[in-house]
């Protein structure tokens, strides 16, 4: 959430930014400033109003004291009225104070001066391009062909279970996905990422601190009974851990590793875009989340990048680095780099990572704070990234490392897996 200060202080540069993210931004901007000014004016009739109820409760007692009654009647009533006029002011800027916070949670974040114009994906910059492009065997199969041949993942079973967008993991195929989630949390750790194992479910508080409400509650899994959503990304629940923080300066950084499976009620098209894992609706992922100082989060950023893509490159598959245009970045992002992988065999690029800077966005709305060298209260950064989104890695694994006859493992992966190859 931006802050009123942010607001205030360049109302037009608030407007012109998110104008970079296609948000006519001028009306609530505002909206905004007139209910703060409205807010400012109930807080000074009140305080004036509050001032003369002591004035006249001294001159209760004082003409008490003096036999003064009659006077004394009258600067009851007085007072009586000035607590009705109270009552009220307090009742308007509670209604404006409402009104004030649900025009604020309109607005999505401002993009950074880093995030270039462009209207969806195909205006997204490739900043990086790495690995080699798989050499396959003639008659090479899509993923999902793969899966049912060596019988590894079961799309139908998944089905017959919950619904589409849920598969059935056996045997090697079961063996990967626990081996990639060990990998990459190992990965994680030796890079100072300290793993958490959080809930899978958080509350409506959770969701609205990391922005997941009220923006996309329609993606989100509800249990209505009790209020509580899945998660849709171990962003939210290990963010979360420091919501309503204030940490000392010395206690940065922060950086938090945890796997969760992850449930998105997505709506998809039909075709191969969304067939095999390349869109499921519950998915392995792991993730990295950093909270930063405002000066050293885009440092945090880079890093956060680089230990992405050793990661791609350890598992010797062909990836490109995206900068998000601004019609592509999200509701809560200041900059977000996508990372994607090349699938030969279905001839598309798949995306397996996000990796962002909120900068003090999500953490306006956690009251996540920190005293800096001076003590003065400040709002932290807040970063994460996948590291990484299981299925379309899995994907690119099996159909980038077909052989005749067998699917070959990366080296990296033996250790975790047991064996070399899956046939």
């Known amino acids: ?23 006519d931004a001028r009306e609530i901007v505002e909206k905004v400033i007139a209910l703060d ?37 009258q600067a009851k009533n007085e007072v009586a009225a000035l607590k009705n006029r109270s009552a009220e002011l307090l009742d308007q800027a509670a209604e ?4 004030l916070d649900a025009a604020l949670v309109l607005l999505p974040n401002m993009p950074c001066d880093l995030v270039p114009e462009g209207n969806g994906s195909e205006d997204n910059l490739v900043v990086k391009m790495g690995g080699n492009d798989p050499v396959l065997p003639e008659g ?18 998944g089905v017959k279970i919950t619904g589409a967008g849920f598969p059935v993991y056996k045997g090697k195929g079961a063996r ?115 909270v930063e100082r405002p000066e050293d989060s885009y440092a945090a950023l880079d890093e956060m990048v680089s230990h992405v893509e ?22 809560t992002s200041a900059i977000t780099y996508d990372f994607e992988l ?22 306006n709305r956690l009251h996540l704070r920190y005293k800096d060298e001076n003590g003065k209260t400040q709002l932290c950064h807040t970063l994460n990234g996948s590291s990484l989104a299981l299925p379309r890695v899995v994907a690119a694994l099996l159909e980038d490392n077909q052989k005749d006859g067998y699917i070959e493992i990366p080296e990296v992966l033996r250790p975790y897996t047991g064996f070399d190859r899956i046939d």
Request: hydrophobic share 40%.
């Open 1 to 23: 959430m931006l802050t009123l200060k942010t607001l205030r202080e360049n109302p037009e540069h608030v407007i012109e930014k998110l104008a970079v993210k296609h948000f």
């Open 342 to 363: 090349w699938s030969a065999a279905q001839g598309r690029w798949l995306e397996i990572s996000s990796v962002s800077n909120f900068e003090s966005f999500q953490a």
């Open 96 to 99: 404006n104070q409402k009104e």
């Open 310 to 331: 050793g990661l791609v490159n350890e598992l010797g598959l062909r990836y490109r680095i995206l900068r998000l245009c601004g019609g592509d970045l999200s509701f």
């Open 140 to 157: 090479a199969l899509p993923h999902w062909e793969l899966a049912k041949k060596y019988d590894i993942i079961d799309f139908d079973l």
């Open 176 to 290: 990967l996905q626990r081996a990639l989630i060990n990998y990459f949390l190992d990965r994680n750790t030796a890079a100072g990422y300290i793993e958490v194992e959080p809930p899978v479910m958080v509350n409506a508080a959770s969701g609205f601190g990391t922005g997941q409400l009220p923006d996309k509650e329609g993606q989100m899994y509800h249990a209505t009974v009790d209020n509580f959503y899945m998660v849709p990304t171990a962003e939210v629940p290990v963010t979360n851990i420091f919501r309503d923080v204030i940490l000392q300066n010395n206690q940065f950084p922060q950086k938090l590793t945890a796997y969760t499976p992850c449930f998105r009620r997505e709506a998809g098209s039909y075709g191969k875009d969304v067939r095999g894992l390349n869109r499921l609706h519950q998915f392995d992922k792991v993730e990295i989340v950093r």
């Open 37 to 73: 000014d409205n807010r400012k004016a109930l807080q000074t009739e009140s305080d004036a109003l509050l001032s003369q109820q002591k004035k006249a409760a001294a001159q209760i007692g004082q003409l008490m004291k003096e036999g003064r009654r009659e006077e004394a009647e």
